[in-house]
């Protein structure tokens, strides 16, 4: 088994979203190569009411799936073929836009006025840029969890993961996504398949994330960095980009580590991308534009 080093450390940055909602992005929009098969993360942690209320009103999106996991308030759904819903605390909707839907997202804060939830975009592979819509909505009672012997934990979202799987099912890139709790001062080595793309978003704590085997200070000589510079802290907000291995290690803080482990199967396909919709080609985009502007863009009908 190999460890996988850290590729990349990156700090979400602050952006806003819809009719103005303060967010935090962790990547998007820019080249993606490196997450392929996702596309964005946003961070959208806030506990002022009026940061987030206005939500995201309707808006269009075709060739993707959205993946909302909701940690504290709620967010209500509903598209113009009729799905109605709400997501809260602990649970998460997993949506296929595939050929296309307009919906709209709109976040309500808990009791004390906090909202907190992580929106994660994958992209769809060619061959089902236009299958039909569908929405796999789990609450948080159906997500098996896991506590391992040194207290770590982990919710199994989708993927199989320490002999449990997931219960969101049938997606393309047959990405796994685990939250994952590290007890402070604790040394996890976590399996990650090694066809995969692979990251980990730290929303809790701290901690190293490395392929050293011992105490994790800066090596005064060899210890097997792989040519890499020692690891720096993951702090809250931050994103960790693996390099290629079989297994993915981090050191928890003081105060433990928590944090989103997500990997997912490479696309390798050319991407055309603006706002909400991807497809393959700018021709394909186009088209997909020009059927919003006609108003054909729907192919599946109100109660279908």
Known sequence: MSLRPVKKLIKSKPTIEGA??????????HNTSDFDPFLLLDDFRNDV?????????????????????????????????????AIAAGDIQWMTAGSGIIHQEMPKGDIDGRMHGFQLWANLP??????????????????????????TQARIICGSFWGK???????AADPAYIDVAVPP?????????????????????????????????V???????????????????????FDSGDEGAVQAGPDGIRFLLVSGKPLEEPVAWYGPIVMNTQEQLRQAFEELNKGTFLKTAAGA
């Open 20 to 29: 103005g909602v303060h967010l935090r992005r962790a990547f998007g929009f």
């Open 49 to 85: 009411p009026g940061d987030y209320l206005a939500g995201f009103p309707w808006h269009p999106h075709r060739g993707i799936e959205t993946i909302t996991y909701v940690l504290a308030g709620t967010v209500e759904h509903g598209d113009i073929i009729g799905n109605r819903g």
């Open 126 to 151: 060619a061959s089902l840029k236009m299958t039909a819509p569908r929405y796999q909505e789990v609450k948080s009672a159906e997500i098996p969890e896991n506590t391992d012997d040194d207290g």
């Open 165 to 171: 799987r997931g219960p969101v099912t049938g997606i």
């Open 185 to 217: 001062g604790v040394r996890k080595v976590l399996p990650i398949e090694h066809t995969r793309h692979a990251f980990a978003y730290v929303f809790a704590g701290s901690g190293k994330f490395c392929n050293a085997s011992g105490p994790l200070a």
């Open 219 to 241: 090596p005064t000589e060899s210890v097997g960095w792989a040519d890499a510079d020692p690891p720096k802290d993951a702090e809250n907000r931050s994103l960790v980009l």
